[in-house]
């Protein structure tokens, strides 16, 4: 595949910035892309290496205070990073590294105790600790409030008792961000956030998901049977970890955009270059109008969701709510990456139905962009509420 200009916009990004870029695609090319397949084939990356080499970088903490192990860096920065992530030959691993950056640390970061942030933040944040979100239960997914998993008083602690599907990372993880049932109160004010270390007793691993994408990530079924956590281990105050956790989605489902439109202008950079030298009814491919406006189409849609993702950092700098944006560009970066994931192999051909082909691999893990994280639909009652309807 060609290499992409380093600098991208020097709108947005200082010389500073594009010094972490250079960084961060130096290790994506290094250290990740190479090992892709292998990942893939073994439906697992190992991440205690990997987030051990990433952390001593500062990658994994780059908008945390410096006090618990981050670079205390702008928006921009951490949105370098993840454009990087969008480099990477497949979703699976980007996911993986997104739950520990973005989705099981964020709300310990900004509702957990000095205590958490010493003993679990600052050791995800230099790789030394393999974080999971734990959220949906086999009978609650979109519908967050129909957990189950309890977690009861227990003289001053919680015993911690149900089930939770679909854990990324859930094989490897030394703890869990884990939302659990701490009241029988109807309504949002009955649940608590918990760190909940994988060597608790009464802990276990029921089985490794097998999936239809995002293969070099493990996904796991997880049972808790009497966790016993201390109180010190809940996040902030008791039966306000729903508000905390719906906060913490909104971290999830912003880093989906920028890793959505590069996966997609790479899909299509990897495509021009087979279209080129395919010749078809004695012409190269790309010698075909409406592939190209297709293309084209594609990019300008791709472009479209860079910019809005740049208004949200902007938006994010100066401290406006961006539910709004984040719930309207998750949707589109989903939809537009399995159209461009599907739209290219389609110019492969029967090439592109070849597990060995990459394109293979990028159309199998676009589909989760429109479920995990909160699905399609989640996005657009989300934006129904806000915009009245
Ligand atoms: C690979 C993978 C990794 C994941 N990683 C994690 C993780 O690390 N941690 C974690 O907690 N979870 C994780 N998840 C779970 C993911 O967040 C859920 O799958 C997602 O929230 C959807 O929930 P569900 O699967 O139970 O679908 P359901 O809630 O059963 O929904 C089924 C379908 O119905 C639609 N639907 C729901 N409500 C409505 C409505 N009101 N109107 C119209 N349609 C509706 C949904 O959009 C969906 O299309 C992961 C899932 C996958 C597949």
New binding site residues.
Partial sequence: MKKAPVTSDPIYFTKDHEMVRRAVREFVDREINPYMDQWEAEGAAPLHDLFKKMGELGFLGIRYDPEWGGEGLDYWYELVFLEELGRVHGSGLP?AIG?QTH?ATPAIAEFGSDYLKQTFLKPALKGEMVA?????EPG????VAAITTTAEKDGDGYLINGS???????TQADFLTL?ARTSDDPGYHAFSLFVVPTDTAGFSVSRK?Q?L??RS?D?AELFFDGVRVPARNRIGRENEGFIYQMQQFQHERYAALPMSYVAAENIMALTVEHIRQREVFGKPLIARQVLRHRLADWATEAECLRQLTYHIVRMKSEGVDVTREVSMGKLYAAQLLQKVADGCLQMYGGLGFMNEMLISRYYRDAR?F?????????M??IICKVEGY
Wanted: aromatic share 2%.
């Fill in positions: 996911t739950v989705m999971a979100i734990a959220v949906t609650a997914g979109s519908d939770k599907t679909y854990i990324t990372n859930g939302l998901l999936k994408g995002l990530s996904t989760l429109s479920i995990g994280g909160g699905a399609d639909e989640i657009r009652e």
